[in-house]
C-alpha cells in the first residue's frame, strides 16, 4: 500500500502559478510511475503529468510547456509546478502511484490515489 498525500491547491487567477506537492514513501520512487491527474465536474478523470522510475516525464498536450512535473528530494514529495495557468484548468487534482515503471497517463496503470486538492483558475 502506498500513501498519498496532496497539498498545494487553491485559487488563483489566469496567468498566475501554482504548485501541488505530493508525500511519497521513499521507495515509491523506484517502484512505482508516479502522476498527477485532474477531474473537473461532469468530466472523466485525465491525465496531466507522469514521473517514470527512470525520471522520465511525459505531459498531456493540454499542459507542456506550462506544467512541469518533479521529485523533490530533500522533502520527499512528487511536485507539480503549474504556470501560466487557464480557467480550464480548474479541477480537482490527484496525486497517482502505478505499478507500472514507464511514465504513463494512462488512468488504469495507477492503483493508488491521494485524496485530491483543489485547483480554481478564475479568469
Known amino acids: 500500500h502506498v500513501q498519498l498525500v496532496e497539498s498545494g491547491g487553491g485559487s488563483v487567477q489566469a496567468g498566475g502559478s501554482l504548485r501541488l506537492s505530493c508525500a511519497v514513501p521513499?521507495?515509491?520512487?523506484?517502484?512505482?510511475?508516479l502522476g498527477w491527474f485532474r477531474q473537473s465536474p461532469g468530466k472523466e478523470r485525465e491525465g496531466v503529468a507522469s514521473?517514470?522510475?527512470?525520471?522520465?516525464?511525459t505531459y498531456a498536450d493540454s499542459v507542456k510547456g506550462r506544467f512541469t512535473i518533479s521529485q523533490d528530494n530533500a522533502k520527499n514529495a512528487l511536485t507539480l509546478q503549474m504556470d501560466s495557468l487557464k480557467p480550464e484548468d480548474t479541477a480537482m487534482y490527484y496525486c497517482?502511484?502505478?505499478?507500472?515503471?514507464?511514465?504513463?497517463?494512462?488512468?488504469?496503470?495507477?492503483?493508488?490515489w491521494g485524496q485530491g486538492t483543489q485547483v480554481t483558475v478564475s479568469s
Open positions: 521513499p521507495y515509491g520512487y523506484t517502484r512505482y510511475c
Open positions: 514521473l517514470s522510475v527512470d525520471g522520465i516525464t
Open positions: 497517482a502511484a502505478g505499478g507500472s515503471p514507464a511514465a504513463t497517463l494512462r488512468l488504469s496503470k495507477f492503483g493508488y
